[in-house]
């Protein structure tokens, strides 16, 4: 795991719903073509030419998704507090049946003595 600040913006930025639900229209470019082309796309902002681009950079999109990435995260943050809280509450209950199954050793072995 790394801090989200090494994480690029760009990629922090990708809607967690993306892999899902890629538009119709999406072209897959091929992993050899970014190899091969990927300085001269960057150099000639190659993407900043496609509507697909234009679209996804309006200011109501991009507010949009920030805020699924956000709802993302929040759901993920409480998931994870909620197993963490059902987790505490387990260790709790087991040590409450140690310290009876002890108390109630203790007395048996008391009476025991008698």
Known sequence: ???LAVV????VNVPPEYPRYLPTAYYKI???DLRQHWQEWD???EWHNHDWFKAEMKPDVKAERQALINQE???HRNAIEREHQMAQQMFRQQEQLHVRTEHEHQEAMRRAQQ
């Not at 690029?8 to 990629?11: E, Y």
């Open 73 to 75: 995260r929040a759901r």
């Open 8 to 11: 690029p913006r760009v990629v």
């Open 1 to 3: 795991m790394v801090g």
């Open 43 to 45: 150099y000639n902002r």
């Open 30 to 32: 091929h992993y050899n």
